[in-house]
T-cell receptor, first 115, second 114 residues
Framework: DTEVTQTPKHLVMGMTNKKSLKCEQH?????MYWYKQKAKKPPELMFV???????INESVPSRFSPECPNSSLLNLHLHALQPEDSALYLC??????????????FGSGTRLTVV | DAKTTQPTSMDCAEGRAANLPCNHS???????VYWYRQIHSQGPQYIIH???NNETNEMASLIITEDRKSSTLILPHATLRDTAVYYC???????????????FGQGTTLQVKP
């Protein structure tokens, strides 16, 4: 298995809803990442997990809450989002920890719309 | 992390080589050059990376100038499926004050035409 799987592919949520994005990989990668991408813009780094520990939080608002329950799974919990949070949310993983120089494997993303 | 400068867009004829330039004049000695691409509605895809020697893999070749201030990604025989946004990224290894973060710039939109 050489893929990063993200679910759901599309999500529409209201501003008072609580939802979660899921990312899964079975390549033995020990670094996992969340990126946010607005339309026609490059991906922006949100969080970095290395060996299941949060190592970087790019000053992301607390309405985004990451969780790494095990080495294969990464979640992004969403609560009280704003319409401007609508974007493509990308998950990536990397062999070894975040200190490695290997390339990242990205998932296809979850397209989130906040109404 | 050093910044990169890429042309906003480029065209290439199908079957010809696509040469994508990247300027990174402020690159530090321990920073690597990475290339990723993003096909419409998909996640970015890793292509290649290098420090100072030229690199080649099954997807592309990476040519880094001797002073390391610029590089060129070469797709030897471009196909329509190579139409994508190509990102050149400079990244330092994690450690010694560096976070090792992969930060995307604006990229080059490559349009391969029949």
């Amino acid at each position: 298995d050489t893929e990063v799987t993200q679910t759901p592919k599309h999500l529409v949520m209201g501003m008072t809803n609580k939802k979660s994005l899921k990312c899964e990989q079975h390549m033995g990668h020990r670094a996992m990442y969340w990126y946010k991408q607005k339309a026609k813009k490059p991906p922006e780094l949100m969080f970095v997990y290395s060996y299941e520990k949060l190592s970087i939080n790019e000053s992301v608002p607390s309405r985004f809450s990451p969780e790494c329950p095990n080495s294969s799974l990464l979640n992004l919990h969403l609560h009280a989002l704003q319409p401007e949070d609508s974007a493509l949310y990308l998950c990536a993983s990397q062999w070894g920890g975040s200190y490695r120089l290997d390339g990242y494997t990205f998932g296809s993303g979850t397209r989130l719309t906040v109404v | 992390d050093a910044k990169t400068t890429q042309p906003t867009s480029m065209d290439c004829a199908e079957g010809r080589a696509a040469n994508l330039p990247c300027n990174h004049s402020t690159i530090s000695g321990n920073e690597y050059v990475y290339w990723y691409r993003q096909i419409h509605s998909q996640g970015p895809q890793y292509i290649i990376h290098g420090l100072k020697n030229n690199e080649t893999n099954e997807m592309a070749s990476l040519i880094i100038t001797e002073d390391r201030k610029s590089s060129t990604l070469i797709l030897p025989h471009a196909t329509l499926r190579d139409t994508a946004v190509y990102y050149c990224i400079v990244r330092a290894p994690h450690g010694s004050g560096n976070t090792g973060k992969l930060i995307f710039g604006q990229g080059t939109t490559l349009q391969v035409k029949p």
